[in-house]
């Protein structure tokens, strides 16, 4: 079974500050990472993907299989960085997607 | 391009009631469709998903149920409604590992 975990109900960071969203999964096979956003009135959407190893709006998240982590990153947070993050979790060759519970980040100006 | 919808957009039912909440997507053939409810502080729960006409994987042991009549149509129902089923209903569609979210229903079960 596939399980992630996201420590971190509400992160609170001030503005230029670097900011670490964290996630750790648990899957026996190989498998594929992603992040998820839901900024205030939108719809949930795809951030970024491991496999892609791209820089969406300043965020980037290295999947490190030996501690099983895919924690998301940015250097220096903005207010419209505020937002519910979710990761997610997906067996390859599968199209059953496991989420976590999300961390809520609120940027202070 | 596609588009995913779903409703109602907010629906207060009585306990005891049926449910039918509706999602459709457009614009794509054969997707796989998703069912999630999400709550505070549990994320997002997988309920149902199809990858075809007729295929639906189930989740979660519950008091829901999911049907797939149409290649792009995903309904969510149930036969009566308890007091737990409250909450933020979403559909999502995808053709590869992406998920493309709907705009949710709100469910309020009193």
């Known amino acids: 079974a596939q399980r992630v975990t996201q420590p971190e109900k509400l992160l609170s960071v001030f503005k230029g500050a670097p900011v670490e969203l964290k996630c750790n999964y648990s899957?026996?096979?190989?498998?594929?990472l992603f992040w998820y956003v839901q900024y205030s009135r939108q719809r949930l959407q795809l951030l970024l993907r491991?496999?892609s190893r791209e820089s969406i709006k300043g965020f980037t998240a290295d999947l490190n299989k030996g501690e099983t982590s895919f924690h998301l990153k940015k250097p220096f947070a903005q207010e419209e960085d505020s937002a519910m993050y979710y990761c997610?979790?997906?067996?390859?060759?599968?199209?059953?997607?496991?989420f976590g519970t999300g961390t809520k980040l609120q940027v202070i100006p | 391009s596609q588009t995913i919808h779903q409703w109602p957009a907010t629906l207060v039912q009585p306990v005891g009631s049926p449910l039918s909440l509706e999602c459709t997507v457009e614009?794509?053939?054969?997707?796989?469709l998703y069912w999630y409810r999400q709550a505070a502080g549990r994320g997002l729960q997988l309920l149902f998903y199809?990858?075809?006409?007729?295929?639906i994987s189930s989740e979660v042991p519950q008091n829901l149920s999911a049907s797939r009549p149409q290649d792009r149509q995903f309904i969510l129902s149930s036969k009566k409604l308890l007091l737990s089923d409250s909450g933020f209903y979403l559909c999502?569609?995808?053709?590869?590992?992406?998920?493309?979210f709907g705009p949710g229903t709100r469910l309020t079960v009193l």
């Open positions: 999502a569609w995808s053709l590869e590992k992406e998920q493309f």
């Open positions: 899957y026996s096979g190989s498998p594929e």
């Open positions: 491991h496999i």
């Open positions: 997610a979790l997906s067996p390859r060759g599968y199209q059953k997607v496991t």
């Open positions: 614009g794509t053939s054969n997707p796989n």
């Open positions: 199809s990858v075809g006409i007729g295929q």
